[in-house]
């Protein structure tokens, strides 16, 4: 059953089929903290509904009652960015209250304050239990403990996953340096470096590099050994300091791979703004420096841009759409050209590397944001590995989660501060560009379109450990993966749900999208999904399904009759010369 | 030395064979029966599309009286193999009716061409915008000068200049019918299968008793007698009386009738606010007639006041169009900036939403009303025929079916007199207020339907699209008239054989004619989900009828019919017809849409039929752009190995296995009696996708050919998002910052 399960449930109201039954579906661990009666939720889209409200440990769960067919509201309260009272009590005594989601909604719910003084409203709970980090308490996903037949956490193997690449060889070795985040704190303990650089020289470099985020290997090339590098920015400063080491090490890059006597260095900044980190003690690799080495500015803005962008694009959707301005309002908030200059930045790195087979280095300001952005959408267009389920799974757990992609602090996980400056829309925005290649292939990837909402379901529900913390380091210390479940184990015990039934395997298969902003869809089912008038229609793959169905259905029968046929044959075998048997092809079994 | 289709040829210019070198003759194999060619230049470069660096193929340009094509010196090899092959024009081929703009370059001045040519002056360059958006263009510097000259006016005086309806090329290709297409003796037989054309009584009686209409057939227009901008057979309420007596004006023609007893009815009346006495009367018996044809209620709409004027849809459609009209790879990154905003000031999709609008609220009447309704227009023949049809196949899933919706559009654009020639300026007038891209808005409104509800249509979008090119097709008779009188006059002028029987022209929807029965599986949509019980009995059941009582609007007259009514109550009928009138439809726009708002989430809620009530979702992002007819030459977004055709040709794919294995059945099934497949269409083989795993996304229309396995790079991406804002100088580790939310 669907709605068991810990899914957060993927339309604004949920129809109850049976509405005699009203307890609520808690999961393991899951307590309920306080309930009330008499709350109305104002729907933007039916209008104001009574009902009852259930704060749980884990949720909040709002059951109509004054409706039929009787429905409600049920979302993790790790999906709370604010929880606040607008205004002061009305003559009646009743209160609203405002709720903004992470998930591009806003909730507004009205409640009469309890006469006793004393008590707290259901409100002040929920206000305790959306925001365990900043009570001091502990986010749901270490006290849950159900139990999966898979276990996520074994997903990415750094070791094996290199070696699927053919490392190390006799370019590339693994670096104990930063065994015990030493050298790096955001790294992860496993990197790949060239052979000719010592692990002294990469501390000496570690140094040039913002947060010691040195260029290391992220994917390389099976025939061509073109390499992709991710780092951060070099500490150029105003002086333009150099690094013999640092040098050295991106010739040594270079080296690595003999195809190519040039080497790219992708600065995913618009260039104004690379220039102006000099001042601050960063800057860019300089093309005196750095012979043979070519600098190309992507242009992607930073977080704050970002945020601002998906801010508008709220604003844009929710609750309501404008119908006759709709696309220059979709258009003012610059959101699909965000997505279109990530594309673009990844599409011109994987053509380097695919095309033009040589190795490049990828990094912004630190290297955490832009850069796995870039890193991970090149590497799904050049390695097919990347589109299955799995594969997806470990680029995930390596480009962003080991490599240190601060999701601590760009999705504030259980904290109520919610302008928090730090905060940032960037995994969305690649899980958004995935999505947008899926719509351009809809039959290079394994996974579905659910697949991905579900995982940004879970990015900000907090049941799972899979994006708690800001580094690998981080997780280690509290303990992650001990104290809590994956999210690849919740997926990977049900993935009939996760797959896209068309998907078509081709091992060496290059995927170039085109980013032309023609091409570039808003995401509905995401954005607007809470929107009834936007459900989306029947999708192809239902369609695609009842005919597998139908012909698995109609080979079995082929199959009966012609075991019959034989058998008939077998039995009376002199009666009928000519049978029609033999002239039957065999029915083809592929997809 | 050349043969060109000498056979009825008119005016053959001697002078072409001097300077067509032997390599590059136009070889007769080449020409269409009765292709005359007018004249050439060797050698022309023809610029590659796919290119910035203005590389090119050298060849001949030809212009002749059904076409301009260019013949590479190159042979190519690519026509054996493509599958979805036009047999009447290649992609080299320009038909001239598909010439929609000719631009001429001067000193590196692009100057629209209007066919006013200064003489001994040719541009070095000619750029030709086609109506199926094609763009072309052609370096005249290489040939002679004298050759150059000719074969710019040539081309600019035959696609250009204003010509007489004789000169199209449908009347030199009919002229001379080839010995194997004669019309089937059996032609009953055929009908059944074939797509009904509305041109006989008989085609008129089997649709009223289909949709168990209650309305009288008229048969004296037969010889347009009562007007020539009516068809020749139509249907009108029953209750109207002789139509001699209304000669001259307008009166409600019968389109479609619910199941539930009410019709759809459209007229050609003037704007309803005149204060003319006599009009007025006879509007009101108008009214009055419709409102009789069941439980007396009818609303009535004036087009013309809600929708926008056919003026608006042609500026709108050439603005949008614009953008898809590409020369080169900096214009359309250039473009791809300010993509949203263009697409919203040319207004086109706002226009679509319009007109989906408009029918939801008729099918609102007819469904859940049980309304007459009555729409009117100044012509009839133009919103009238948009509105009607789309209101007819969202109500019925015949007309969602390849053949309901051919003879759909006959029943109410070619029978209907929609003024194809006028609104399509075939014949390049120079008085533009006629010109109009209204069939094309009911295709596009089509698609968007077809898009939203794909298993609801048995015919795909790549059907859409050849249809919207075919509009423009010199060789079928379909779009080729003003009105049936028209038709009918000019096809009998025009007959070799005077007095005897009329010229007979091929129609668009014998398809044989531009493709191979391969080609046409791609109208088929493999989405399909065909109807499986009751295949005979589309309609649904009706309702109780005291239910439906109780559900009619206070408003809505349930006087018994008696005779003379009219005469009693005429009066106060026409008040409280004028009354509920107004209230519905005059009503501010904005009720409006929050109740057909209430309408549509209400069907909404109910499980999706798709051989029931249809209707389309207008919120701003589900009104799209038809990609595959707008986008299909633009090599910067084709998608190598993508789009929707890896989608479709997968399943078409997995349906033909499905009916191999079902055919295998039918062949093992030896107790069962043989049943012929009655399907008239799918003949689904195994198509060939060898690689399909690397079509393009423009697939079948443009092929990328020998092009690299390449990226395209957007170029000037520096300009495309230059934020000012201080957001963008922020550093990226902002805690020290004050946030701005």
């Known amino acids: 059953d669907r709605s068991s399960g810990p899914r957060v449930s993927d339309t604004e109201l949920r129809v109850y089929k049976d509405p005699s039954k009203d307890e609520l579906p808690l999961l393991p661990e899951e307590l309920v903290q306080d309930s009330a009666k008499d709350v109305t939720y104002i729907c933007p889209f039916i209008g104001p509904v009574r009902g009852s409200l259930t704060v749980t440990n884990y949720r909040l769960f709002f059951r109509c009652t004054d409706r039929e067919p009787v429905f409600g509201l049920d979302l993790p309260l790790g999906g709370l960015s604010r929880v606040e009272k607008i205004g002061a009590a009305s003559s009646r005594g009743d209160v609203s209250y405002g709720v903004v989601c992470k998930d591009m909604r806003n909730l507004r719910f009205v409640h009469k304050e309890p006469e006793d003084s004393l008590k707290k409203s259901v409100f002040e709970v929920l206000m305790k239990f959306a925001f365990p980090v900043s009570n001091n308490m502990s986010l749901f996903a270490f006290e849950y403990k159900q139990v999966f037949p898979e276990n996520g956490w074994k997903v990415y193997d750094p070791l094996a996953e290199y070696k699927r690449q053919g490392l190390p060889n006799e370019s590339w070795r693994i670096s104990k340096v930063n065994d015990h985040y030493e050298l790096c704190d955001s790294y992860p303990a496993t990197l790949f470096v060239p052979v000719t650089i010592t692990d002294e020289e990469l501390r000496r470099v570690s140094s040039f590099r913002a947060k010691g985020r040195i260029p290391v290997l992220s994917w390389i090339h099976p025939e061509s050994q073109a390499a992709v590098v991710r780092a951060s920015q070099t500490m150029v400063g105003q002086n333009g300091r150099r690094c013999k080491e640092d040098e050295k090490l991106l010739q040594a890059i270079m080296d690595a791979n003999a195809q190519s006597h040039k080497l790219f260095i992708f600065d995913a900044r618009p260039s104004v703004n690379a220039a102006a980190n000099k001042m601050k003690g960063g800057g860019f690799e300089s093309e005196d420096a750095y012979q043979n080495a070519e600098l190309v500015f992507l242009d992607i803005h930073n977080i704050h841009v970002m945020r601002e962008s998906l801010r508008k694009l709220k604003d844009v959707v929710y609750p309501n759409i404008e119908e006759s301005h709709w696309l220059s309002n979709l258009e003012s908030t610059h959101w699909l050209e965000h997505i279109k200059l990530i594309l673009a930045g990844a599409l011109r790195i994987a053509d380097k590397v695919e095309s033009g087979k040589t190795s490049v280095v990828v990094h912004c300001s630190d290297g955490w944001d832009r850069t796995p952005q870039l890193t991970s959408l090149a590497l799904i267009m050049l390695d097919s590995h990347y589109r299955t389920i799995r594969g997806f799974q470990i680029l995930l757990e390596k480009e962003w989660l080991s490599f240190g992609h601060r999701f601590q602090q760009r999705v504030g996980h259980g904290d109520k501060n919610h302008t928090d400056a730090d905060r940032s829309p960037i995994f969305l925005q690649f899980i958004d560009c995935v999505w947008q290649m899926t719509r351009q292939f809809p039959a290079a990837f394994e996974f579905n379109e659910y697949f991905l909402i579900t995982i940004l379901d879970h990015l900000y529900s907090c049941l799972f450990g899979t994006f708690l913390c800001n580094s690998e380091q981080q997780r280690l210390k509290e303990e992650v993966p001990k104290r809590t479940v994956s999210l690849w184990s919740f997926v990977n015990s049900q993935l009939e749900e996760f797959v896209n039934p068309l998907y078509v395997h081709y091992p060496s298969h290059v995927l170039f999208p085109t980013v032309g902003i023609r091409h570039l869809q808003l995401w509905v089912s995401y954005y607007i999904r809470w929107n009834p008038r936007m459900r989306p229609q029947e999708p192809v793959h239902q369609r695609y399904k009842e005919l597998l169905a139908k012909r698995a259905e109609l080979q079995k029968r082929v199959e009966e009759l012609q075991r019959e046929a034989a058998n008939r044959m077998a039995s009376s075998s002199s009666e009928r010369a000519g049978s029609p048997t033999r002239s039957i092809t065999p029915v083809q079994t592929f997809v | ?741």
């Open chain 2, 1 to 741: 030395m050349l043969s060109l289709g000498s056979v009825g040829a008119k005016s053959t210019k001697p002078s072409f064979v001097s300077y067509v070198t032997p390599e590059v003759s136009f070889h007769a194999a080449l020409y269409l029966r009765c292709e005359v060619e007018f004249c050439s230049a060797n050698p022309i470069l023809k610029y590659t599309q796919d290119d910035l660096s203005q590389r090119g193929v050298f060849g001949t340009l030809f212009c002749t009286n059904f076409r301009i094509t260019f013949i590479s010196d190159e042979k190519s090899q690519e026509e054996t193999t493509k599958t979805f092959k036009n047999k009447l024009y290649g992609e080299n081929d320009i038909p001239l009716m598909f010439v929609d703009h000719i631009y001429g370059v001067y000193d590196e001045k692009r100057k629209l061409i209007t066919g006013a040519l200064v003489k001994n002056k040719y541009p070095s360059k000619i750029i030709i915008h086609c109506k199926d958006l094609r763009v072309f263009q052609f370096c005249l510097t290489y040939t002679k000068e004298e050759d150059a000259k000719k074969i710019f006016q040539g081309i600019a005086h035959h696609c250009l200049e204003e010509k007489s309806l004789k000169c199209v090329f449908a009347f030199s290709y009919t002229g001379t019918p080839s010995p194997g297409t004669d019309i089937s003796p059996c032609r009953e037989m055929q009908r059944k299968r074939e797509t009904i054309l509305f041109d006989s009584p008989e085609d008129w009686t089997q649709e009223m008793k289909r949709t168990k209409a209650n309305c009288r057939l008229v048969t004296e227009n037969e010889n347009f007698e009562l007007s020539q901008r009516l068809p020749k057979y139509f249907v009108i309420p029953s209750a109207l009386g002789d139509l001699f007596s209304y000669q001259g004006k307008g009166f409600p023609i019968w389109c479609w009738s619910h199941y539930s007893g009410c019709a759809l009815f459209k007229a050609s009346l003037p704007p309803v606010t005149q204060e003319d006495g006599d009009f007025q009367k006879h509007f009101d018996i108008m009214i009055n007639a419709v409102a009789h044809n069941y439980l007396y209620s009818a609303k009535t709409e004036d087009l013309s006041e809600s929708l926008p004027t056919i003026q608006d849809i042609q500026q709108s459609y050439n603005k949008f169009k614009q953008f898809f009209l590409i020369e080169n790879s900096t214009d359309f990154w250039l473009s791809d900036m300010k993509w949203f905003s263009s697409l919203e000031s040319s207004g086109w999709l706002d226009i679509i939403r319009q007109c989906l609008q408009k029918a939801v609220e008729v099918v609102e009447c007819l469904e859940k009303d049980n309304t007459n309704v009555l729409i009117t227009e100044e012509e009839g023949t133009d919103l009238c025929c948009v509105i009607s049809s789309l209101v007819q196949i969202m109500l019925d899933p015949y007309y969602r079916t390849l053949m309901g919706f051919q003879s759909l559009v006959q029943k109410e654009w070619v029978a209907g007199c929609h003024a194809f020639l006028d609104r399509c300026n075939h014949l390049h007038q120079k008085d533009k207020e006629c010109y109009s891209p209204v069939f094309l808005l009911f295709l596009e409104c089509v698609w968007q339907l077809v898009q939203q509800h794909s298993p609801a249509f048995q015919f795909s979008e790549t059907y859409l699209t050849v249809l919207s090119d075919s509009v423009h097709m010199p060789v079928f008779s379909t779009f080729l008239f003003n009105s049936a009188h028209h038709r009918e006059s000019v096809l009998k002028a025009e007959s070799p054989l005077a007095q005897s029987s009329p010229l007979s022209c091929p129609t668009v929807w014998d398809w044989s004619v531009q493709f191979d029965s391969k080609a046409q599986n791609y109208f088929f949509n493999p989405l399909y989900s065909e109807k499986v019980k009751h295949e005979k009995a589309v309609r649904k059941p009706h309702k109780l009828k005291h239910q439906r009582q109780l559900s009619l609007p206070s408003t809505a007259f349930k006087t018994p019919f008696k005779k003379g009514f009219f005469k009693d109550e005429t009066d106060s009928l026409k008040k409280m017809l004028r009354v509920k009138r107004l209230s519905r439809w005059m009503g501010s726009p904005d009720s409006t849409a929050a109740i057909s708002r209430e309408f549509y989430e209400s069907w909404q809620q109910r499980p999706l039929d798709y051989h029931g009530l249809l209707l389309p979702c207008l919120d701003g992002p589900a009104v799209r752009v038809w990609m595959q007819r707008y986008l299909r030459w633009i090599p910067e977004v084709h998608i190598l190995g993508g789009g929707s055709v890896a989608v479709m040709t997968k399943l078409m794919e997995l349906l033909s296995q499905v009916q191999d294995l079902k055919r295998v059945l039918e062949q093992r099934d030896s107790s069962q009696a043989a049943k012929p497949d009655h399907r008239p269409y799918i003949q689904h083989r195994l198509l060939s996708f060898g690689s399909s795993g690397r079509l393009p996304s423009s697939f079948p229309f443009a092929y990328s050919r020998n092009r690299s396995f390449k990226p395209i790079i957007p170029t000037g991406l520096m300009q495309c998002l230059m934020l000012t804002d201080s957001l963008a100088s922020q550093e990226d580790e902002a805690s020290s910052f004050v946030s701005l939310v």
